[in-house]
């Protein structure tokens, strides 16, 4: 499925779906976006500061793929939000839901 077609896909799925974005090896959003009004908690340079870190831990996991496996999907919960991060072959597709979500829910229909 073409990139965009994704992220609007995902998007859809839940009204509690904050953000659907792919992220590519720098750190930029390159496809997606918010859900229709919904406000960025962090600003430009933290949101993709925050990106650059998680692309550095899923980085730092995959060393230990031939003994765990490949990374399937990363999920961290902060007070107000939930993060799901799923690894692609050139970046990350990342997902902003709200805390009241269920993220185990949100990542069955991703994956």
């Known amino acids: 499925m073409h990139r965009r077609g994704l992220c ?6 839940d009204r509690n ?3 659907v974005g792919i992220v590519n090896g720098r750190g930029e959003v390159i496809e997606g976006g918010f859900q229709q ?5 962090l600003n430009g340079t933290d949101e993709q ?3 650059i870190q998680t692309l550095s831990n ?7 793929r031939d003994r765990l496996g490949r990374v399937r999907y990363s999920i961290t919960e902060h ?13 990350i597709l ?8 269920d993220p185990v829910k949100i990542r069955d229909k991703v994956v």
């Not at 009004?37 to 908690?41: F, I, T, W, Y």
């Not at 899923?58 to 060393?63: I, K, S």
């Open 8 to 13: 609007e896909q995902i998007i859809k799925l």
């Open 17 to 19: 779906i904050r953000f």
């Open 37 to 41: 009004g919904v406000q960025p908690l």
């Open 49 to 51: 500061q925050m990106y």
């Open 58 to 64: 899923m980085t730092a996991l995959e060393q230990y």
């Open 79 to 91: 007070e107000k939000v939930t993060l799901l991060t799923f690894p692609l072959n050139d970046g």
């Open 94 to 101: 990342c997902l902003s839901t709200s805390s009241k979500t």
